[in-house]
């Protein structure tokens, strides 16, 4: 059973970045593949596709937090 753990933003954009080095395509290229079916349902490429998941659902939040000023 998997742990589960807190990651910063740019530990995940690193893990992403390992990705990309270790396959030798894009994190947008992969998940284009993966979601069509291209590349099997390989743990390790699960994991990518998940991570890449968790990447676009908070890259929103975290530019918000970045861009309005905290209320008093």
Known sequence: MLKSQRISFDELSERLRVYEQTYGYS?????????????????????????????????PIRQFMQTEPLAA
């Open 27 to 59: 994190t947008i290229d992969f998940f284009r593949r993966y979601q069509a079916g291209q590349l099997g349902d390989d743990d390790e490429l699960m994991m990518w596709a998940g991570l890449y998941h968790l990447y676009l659902t908070s890259l």
